[in-house]
């Protein structure tokens, strides 16, 4: 790249981190809290929270501080159809009292109860309410358009698919890996600009990915676009020329799942480009049909962040709900494993079931990580209508354990052992270090190969399964911060080209190579929650994660000895080779760690 090589300038100034979603600042976090004890309020509350077939489901809605209700009603359909006033109701109760302490008030609970329904059915509801003044209100309405709030659950497989579980994730920029012929890849302007990765330069590393361990690509958006990220499409069921073709996709997937990996694409079901052709229609004419897949008010119109380049869908609207249920059950028939879904917070819960339930009954073994950034509670909503959300709060934790020095040993182990329990095993939580949309773990830590190797360790000893953002395990950083120093943020500066040949990092590879096979061979034996052996110094931390299996580390820059529950350990993976085990003691180098087995 023309940008200029990276000198210790660029190592002055860099951010401890930013997440990217809703609630990435304090000041969002509590709004986000605050409103929650305003108006109607359902969150897709549901007893139980994963619904089985043939089983009532007891519907929760929260009323705020602000509303006095007199009556309130489930309004739901069976049979593929959105409720209305004419659909089926059911009335809800005034079943407790709540004390709203962000509001310092009280508000309640009402329930009512949808009948039990048979296997497979997806029910459709809506909450209604009137009011003590006589008006009409729906829970968790539209902000921008006001429409009421649409609710769904499906009756279906509730289980994630096992191979999920298993599997070793590779987070592919599909521009930014690898073109054919073994040529290297354009030298871009400027990280914005296309690069040259193809479909077929990521075919022909399959056997690099196969030889590090990886068992599941995670492809980048590969739809027609007019940005070299892809995250706004114009066309949902067609491949990106630049890239390759449908023919270069499904041959790719083919020889993927003869070397035994599986493929998930990036899928952003929440907005589209605004040259998609639906939306330049209803920019152009109110009175089209493609008016109704987007949120219009006026000449304005709801879009991803407020960015005007990318309109949100109406995914609530039978339009663009079937739009996009269709492109994706299409590429599933093509056979793709499943999906990464890009900003699974904006659609609604209603549009997540109704996506499983078009996804699974083509590919029950079909998997569906959603990309949410909210707390746990909010991520644990997601049980039954995803198999899966991306382990963001385990990310800031690793980060501010390993990066940044933010937390102890205690607090992060402490973290671990309530992170873990608190989900239900029917949400799978992948882990990362880093990925597109924030600094690269390497840079956060001013290139400290030692960092990253401690973080990966971790990382791969806990029960998620692990996700490797292309290059990460060569050695690839960056050039900038994504903080730049005029107060902008350009999220494309960890989107550096990945390096092949002498330019990776042959120890960092090695290490990457050994870490794999050894998750692999433990697997079966982690513990769904890490417990906390040793916290004998702030700087260093055993955890038991697994039978007669210990992970040990010392984040500190000074050599330390930490003791053992057993003497017949061996030691199973090191990040270093001057950590040794002795009568129950092991002896760590500064920022080293290693895995430790019963003999």
């Given at each position: ?14 951010t ?21 004890g305003?108006g ?5 509350r ?6 089985r ?5 007891v519907?929760?809605c929260?009323?705020?501080?602000d ?9 739901y359909?069976?049979d ?10 059911v ?11 962000l ?16 296997e ?15 008006d009409?209100?729906?829970a ?10 649409l ?7 509730s289980d ?8 070793v994730?590779?987070q ?11 040529a290297?890849?354009r ?8 690069f ?25 958006p ?14 949902y069921v ?7 073709t449908?023919?270069q996709?499904?041959?790719l997937?083919?020889?993927?799942h003869?070397?035994?990996m599986?493929v998930?694409l ?8 605004d040259?998609?052709?639906s ?12 008016r ?6 006026g ?23 079937a ?5 994706a059950?299409?590429?599933?028939r ?25 996804v699974r ?6 998997a569906?990580?959603g990309?949410?950034t ?22 800031q ?5 390993v990066?940044?020095?933010?937390i ?11 992170h ?16 597109h949309?924030m600094?690269?773990?390497l ?9 990253l190797?401690?973080a990966?360790?971790l ?6 399964p ?22 902008s943020?350009?999220?494309e500066?960890?989107r ?6 002498p ?5 960092l ?8 096979r ?26 038991g ?15 330390k ?18 950590i040794d085990?002795?009568?129950?003691m ?8 290693c ?5």
């Amino acid at each position: 790249m023309t940008e200029g090589p990276i000198g210790p300038e660029d190592f002055q100034h860099v951010t401890q981190d930013f997440i990217f979603g809703d609630l990435s600042s304090n000041e969002s976090l509590v709004q986000d809290l605050t409103a929650a004890g305003t108006g109607l309020r359902h969150r897709s509350r549901t007893v139980p929270a994963v619904p089985r077939a043939d089983e009532p489901v007891v519907i929760e809605c929260a009323v705020g501080a602000d509303v006095s209700v007199h009556t309130a009603e489930v309004i739901y359909t069976t049979d593929g159809s959105l409720p209305d006033s004419s659909s089926t109701a059911v009335p809800m109760r005034l079943h407790a009292t709540d004390w709203l302490e962000l509001n310092w008030t009280y508000g309640e609970c009402w329930r009512g109860q949808i009948p039990p329904q048979p296997e497979g059915t997806l029910v459709r509801y809506r909450i209604r309410a009137t009011t003590i003044q006589g008006d009409t209100i729906w829970a968790d309405p539209n902000a921008h358009s006001g429409e009421a709030g649409l609710f769904a659950y499906w009756l279906g497989d509730s289980d994630p698919p096992a191979w999920l579980r298993e599997a070793v994730i590779y987070q592919i920029f599909v521009d930014r890996f690898a073109t054919t012929g073994g040529a290297s890849l354009r030298d871009g302007e400027s990280l914005a600009d296309f690069f040259g990765g193809t479909i077929d330069g990521v075919r022909e590393r399959l056997a690099y990915l196969r030889e590090l361990g990886v068992t599941c690509l995670w492809l980048s958006p590969l739809f027609p676009s007019p940005t070299h990220h892809g995250y706004d499409a114009t066309d949902y069921v067609s491949v990106e020329p630049r890239l390759g073709t449908q023919q270069q996709l499904q041959a790719l997937i083919e020889e993927a799942h003869a070397l035994g990996m599986r493929v998930l694409l990036d899928f952003v079901a929440n907005h589209c480009s605004d040259q998609h052709p639906s939306f330049r229609q209803a920019l152009a004419d109110p009175e089209s049909c493609e008016r109704a897949m987007f949120s219009f008010s006026g000449d304005t119109y709801q879009s991803f962040f407020d960015v005007g380049t990318m309109p949100k869908f109406a995914l609530d609207r039978a339009p663009a709900m079937a739009y996009v249920l269709d492109a994706a059950g299409y590429w599933v028939r093509l056979g793709v494993d499943g999906y990464r879904l890009d900003y699974a917070m904006g659609p609604s819960h209603a549009f997540w079931a109704a996506f499983r339930s078009a996804v699974r009954t083509i590919n029950p073994e079909a998997a569906l990580i959603g990309e949410v950034t909210g707390s746990a509670a909010q991520l644990a909503t997601y049980e039954g209508r995803l198999d899966g959300a991306l382990d963001f709060l385990l990310l800031q934790a690793l980060r501010g354990f390993v990066a940044f020095d933010l937390i102890d040993s205690d607090a992060f182990g402490r973290f671990l052992e309530r992170h873990f329990r608190y989900f239900s095993a029917r949400l799978v939580l992948p882990s990362f270090l880093d990925n597109h949309d924030m600094n690269r773990f390497l840079w956060a830590v001013r290139g400290d190969v030692r960092r990253l190797k401690l973080a990966a360790l971790l990382q791969f000893m806990l029960p998620g399964p692990p996700i490797i953002y292309y290059g990460t395990e060569v050695g690839v950083t960056q050039i900038r911060d994504l903080q730049h120093p005029d107060g902008s943020r350009k999220l494309e500066e960890s989107r550096t080209p990945m390096v092949w040949g002498p330019d990776q990092n042959a120890d960092l590879l090695d290490f990457y190579r050994l870490l794999i096979r050894q998750r692999k061979l433990i697997r079966q034996r982690l513990n769904a929650v890490p417990v906390v052996v040793a916290l004998e110094d702030p700087e260093v931390l055993v955890l038991g994660v697994g039978p007669g299996m210990y992970v040990a580390v010392n984040r500190s820059r000074v050599y330390k000895s930490v003791s053992l529950p057993s003497e017949a350990l061996t030691i199973a993976l090191s990040t270093d080779e001057g950590i040794d085990f002795d009568a129950s003691m092991a002896n760590l180098p500064p920022l080293s760690g290693c895995l430790l087995v019963h003999r």
